[in-house]
């Protein structure tokens, strides 16, 4: 009876949805790109593909595009939820399939530092500093006004580009998006005072636990078909 089963149309039907299941779940899988935050790199609606593979025997490193799995700091304060019990329902589905979100809140950022180091910005020319060293960023879509001697660090105001230093927690990444003016990432609380001290606390970190995978290719649209760098 089982045989039968398996060898009907129902049952490779199963059979195939289980294995797509497993291959998108463990192996690849594409997301979609909700905001504007990774502009220029990714476009608001770009479909990417999410290789779970990439971290399987290495660790993430500064300057790779990856999707994460934001935990409870990063969720707005509104409080929004999935609206009904059906809705999360079929989230709960499709993420399971490997279509869907991999959890309720999944963002794509760009890491800027691992854990351990030290980061700051600005440098005399706006630069941000990881470990001592300036990063030269030509993926940026936007960024904050910064004129030395005019609207920089010492300044007041002072520029919303600025931050004081922070050792980024051991597992854990700095993330911000290459659309800088416009991107809620491990930053954008602390950036919320001109001219008072950063809010205790106020730095939110992604984990390496909740790495989903790296952002490899933009699938979709045609005309946008190519490698995230």
Known sequence: MWRRWLGSFWGELLFAVVVVGLVLSFVA???QVPSASMEQTLQPGDRILVNRLAYRFGQPKAGDVVVFNAGQAWRS???STD????RGAIKTVLGWTGFGPTGSHTLVKRIIAVGGEKVSCCSTNGSIVVEGRALNEPY???NFPFTPGKLDCGTTPRSLRCFAPVTVPENSYLMLGDNRADSSDSAFRCRSAAVAP??????RWATRGNVVGKASMVMW???RVGIVS
């Open 29 to 31: 899988k594409p997301y």
């Open 77 to 79: 304060t509104s409080g």
């Open 83 to 86: 609206g009904s019990s059906v």
């Open 140 to 142: 940026l879509g936007s």
């Open 198 to 203: 950063m809010p205790q606390g106020c730095w």
């Open 221 to 223: 649209p045609l005309n």
